[in-house]
């Protein structure tokens, strides 16, 4: 494919406005979907080709497919929102497009041009602008952009055919009755990923992987789970589906990408964000003593987690084999609000945006 240009197909049957707007009055989280979706084609000497918008439907896939047999398939997660002039906004776009480009080269799959991944979002956004919900609050209409290998066989090598597909899924705010503060279930025997394999690429795989730990974390009464690094089992890295911050009374401090770390576009636009409102961000390594250490004399103010979904969630307490320990009183923190806020604010267009973090549909 030569060009982003994305063949119009839209439905002849789209949902009444009656009843998007009942689902968008509670909308939940990846529960529905708008009318459309894009899908662009790539073959093994041909490149990318057949970009098109069509009616939301089911896939019809072989029961030989590669990617249901060898797992190759990548995702992206990104939101666009309402801004103050009833116009529509999406948040760092570009990013992600560079990130699914790292997860298609790790995984041995092509890499979908950026401006192509940034045009198919564009496309299904304009065409279902009005599933994004109205402005106020948090809540948004979430893309999500994937692409799954369609070779039909069994031997095990990268296919030589993919299918990349953006849906889009309108989603309330994360904390409808006001931000919550997670429980945190530190796993010490299962990792999520290691030095040299997948854990920077986004794909199914990693999250398969991190179910039978979140079920543990529930089991033990906690909301997520956190993991340590896979060498020294000391490290912490992040949590099931989202990275940690921490903050001390002088720095802001991320766990640094070692390779099994996802580097997520929110902990990326905090680093940032932190800095523009005065902290001394930083990324670097905080092992479970000094968490627990560092919690009990004082000197770690608060800990958060970050990701698109929830954006900044609070931690308000830790347990683990050996003990547990609140965190911050088991409130949230006054910077880990603070920045909350400021990130929200520039998604929803009420306050500056100094970095053209926001992608304006045109």
Known sequence: MTTTTIELKPSAHPLSDAEREAILA?????????????????????????????????LSLDPANMTLHYAQEI????????????????????ANAERFQRSA?????????VETFIAACDALVQQDKAWVPAHGGEASLYLRPFMIATEVGLGVKPANEYLFIVIASPAGAYFPGGVKPVSIWLSEDRVRAVPGGIGAAKTGGNYAASLLAQAEAAAHGCDQVAYLDALEHK????LGGMNLYFVYEDR????????????????????????????????????????????????????????TAAVI??????????????????????????????????????????????????
């Open 26 to 58: 509670n909308p939940g989280f990846g529960r529905h979907f708008t009318d459309h979706m894009v899908t662009i084609k790539w073959t093994e000497g041909r490149g990318w080709h057949d970009a098109e918008l069509v009616p939301y439907a089911p």
């Open 75 to 94: 995702f992206e997660g990104l939101k666009a929102y309402r801004q103050p002039d009833g116009s529509v906004a999406v948040f760092r776009p570009e």
């Open 105 to 113: 080269a790790r995984l041995a799959m092509p890499e979908l041009p």
């Open 235 to 238: 490290w912490v890295e992040e």
């Open 252 to 307: 802001i401090v991320t766990p640094e990408l070692t390779g099994s770390l996802l580097a997520g576009i929110t902990r990326d636009s905090l680093l940032k964000l932190a800095k523009d409102l005065g902290h001394q961000p930083q990324e670097g390594r905080v092992s479970i003593d000094d968490w627990r250490r560092d919690t009990e004399n004082g000197t770690l103010k608060e800990v958060f987690a970050c990701g």
């Open 313 to 362: 969630t609070p931690v308000g307490r830790v347990k683990c084999a050996s003990g547990e320990w609140t965190q911050s009183g088991g409130e949230p923190g006054e910077v880990t609000m603070r920045l909350r806020e400021s990130l929200l604010a520039i998604q929803t267009g009420t306050a500056p945006d100094p970095h053209a973090w926001m992608h304006p549909l045109g």
